[in-house]
């Protein structure tokens, strides 16, 4: 039989699934880049104002690692490319993740993908018909931008190298997860890599991006983020770049296609160990089992970003020696202290929204477990619900806790090596890693109150959290009134280090995580599981 056969039938079947959500994540991308260019446009009229803007960012490496190399700023299109194009390709890298672990290795999970596979469908066909739509939705992103920046104005050639640039990481990021969803046996794992990829994409280009002209700019060239940006919209494009996202896609896919034809469907590549005869001790022991994995892949991650870290520090320096107007800048905010404090802020900043994406995860595997039809025969014995519940939030709360110390133990541990003084470093920046908690358990919260008040709408708990990114991103930049940017949890955190300590907001948020929390135990104790 034709390996394909059915291809046609299944595009169909998914753009039928899809038919909500593939529309929202492509008209919300696309329509926040236009609505930045026309706010810049607006705020930014002059040519002189967007260069006195650009002066203020060249030489900050924390402005640079969060948004990226200070590239045509004189120009809308330039400031736009900078301001959102690094956090439009992490969102449309989530939605490629999402979306081809949702139509191959999750269909796998439930079943859905056998029934399919016992009509007329192709070995192939399943996975082809996911990376049609996928790709088809990263040209749909490169076209409708590039249009909605041209009819703005701008000029075209640059208008179409950012929306290449953003397809070409949709592009990269489901090839990446059509490789995971063979490798993983569960759609959690797969979900979990294609994340981490995200992650590190982001960090290896963030290291490059802020590093000094003798440091390891190379860095952005490893990230698929780093290539959009290398394409250079508005600054001179380079289209030849696109071959990268184009070539490595290729390659990837091949890949993904060949461990296709090795394995069994519903096995991964990697099948799952099998437990001990053992057994496990009690509730929390089995909540162990299911999360240890994905909490020492996430300390490992944290770990090495240390040492990215260290290196970004070390090339504080180097700005301030090559650059006697900043360190003169700087005499005035502080010092040289105010642009180390500044960068490290910025960077927990970050950390505290990837150790949230970790607390939603862990909090939701209480669905997962639901959904799977693993947690019914747990609770038809002795064990209470609200006993099996808390044994997974425990990992949500505690884990998310943990995880952030270990980022403000890295971070100070990195820094003060680097600058010969880790007495005073390790405990001002594990102290700022900590104030993060609140924030990030708020968002926890949200995920349990919605696992036990409304099962089936848990993917709101991801949209929070990319509700709060764009606040915090992009909330100043639109000018939102204060109440708007008061709905990130993250908005509240003192700005440490460097910052004032208050501690009113984290109690504030500690009473919210709490409320949150208990509506959703109570829901859960009352609903029906299923």
């Known amino acids: 039989m034709n390996t394909l056969v ?60 969060l948004s990226g190399p200070a590239q045509g700023l004189d120009t809308i299109g330039g400031m736009t490319e900078w ?170 896919l091949g890949v993904g296609y060949a461990l296709v034809g090795r394995r069994d469907i519903g096995a991964g590549l990697l099948p799952e160990r099998a437990g001990r005869p053992s057994g496990v001790f009690g509730t929390f022991g089995l909540a162990w089992r299911l999360q240890r994995g994905i909490l020492i892949g996430w300390t490992v991650g944290i770990v090495v970003l240390a040492g990215a870290l260290g290196g970004i520090s070390q090339s504080l320096k180097s700005i301030l020696d090559s650059s006697p107007q900043v360190a003169q800048a700087l005499q005035h905010l502080g010092g040289q202290q105010s642009l180390v404090d500044s960068f490290m802020a910025a960077i927990l900043d970050v950390i505290g929204l990837a150790v949230s994406v970790y607390a939603i995860q862990a909090a939701l595997r209480l669905r997962a477990e639901e959904t799977a039809f693993r947690a019914e025969p747990v609770l038809a014995g002795s064990v209470a619900r609200l006993r099996w519940a808390a044994s997974h939030l425990a990992f949500a709360l505690i884990g998310s806790a943990f995880l952030l110390a270990v980022a403000g133990t890295a971070t100070g541990l990195a820094v003060g090596l680097t600058n010969g003084d880790v007495g005073t470093q390790l405990p001002r920046l594990l102290g700022a890693a900590m104030v993060q908690v609140p924030a990030v358990w708020v968002l926890a919260g949200i995920a349990t109150a919605l696992f036990g008040l409304l099962p089936r709408l848990t993917s709101l708990a991801w949209a929070a959290l990319v509700v709060f990114l764009l606040l915090g991103q992009l909330g100043s930049l639109f000018q939102l009134s204060q109440w708007a940017l008061d709905i990130s949890p993250f908005t509240h955190l003192p700005k440490l280090p460097g910052g004032e300590f208050t501690v009113v907001p984290l109690i504030w948020l500690l009473v919210v995580t709490a409320a949150l929390t208990l509506a959703g135990l109570a829901g859960f104790r009352r609903r029906d599981v299923g």
């Open 6 to 65: 059915g291809t046609g039938s299944l595009v169909r079947l998914v753009l039928r699934r899809e038919r909500i959500q593939l529309p929202v994540w492509i008209l919300v991308v696309s329509g926040i880049v236009a609505a930045t260019a026309s706010s810049f446009a607006s705020l930014y009229p002059t040519v002189q104002s967007r260069q006195e803007l650009a002066a203020s960012i060249v030489n900050n490496p924390s402005i640079l690692a």
């Open 83 to 252: 301001k959102y194009g690094a956090v439009a390709c992490v969102l449309v890298g989530l939605m490629a993740v999402f979306m081809t672990v949702r139509h191959t290795r999750a269909d796998e999970e439930t079943g859905r993908h056998e029934l399919l596979g016992a009509g007329v469908v192709g070995r192939y066909a399943k996975l082809t018909a996911t990376l049609i739509v996928v790709f088809g939705a990263g040209l749909a992103y490169a076209l409708l931008i590039g249009f909605a920046l041209t009819a703005q104005g701008l000029p075209a050639a640059g208008s179409f190298a950012m929306g290449l640039g953003i397809g070409g990481c949709v592009w990269f990021f489901s090839a990446v997860t059509a490789v995971a969803a063979q490798v993983s046996s569960s759609s959690r794992a797969a979900n979990g890599i294609g994340g981490a990829v995200i992650g590190a994409a982001y960090l290896l280009r963030a290291a490059g991006d802020s590093a000094a002209e003798d440091g390891p700019r190379w860095l952005s060239w490893l990230s698929p983020i780093g290539w959009s940006q290398q394409m250079r919209p508005f600054a001179g494009e380079r289209f030849w770049v696109l071959a990268l996202f184009v070539v490595i896609s290729v390659v990837l």
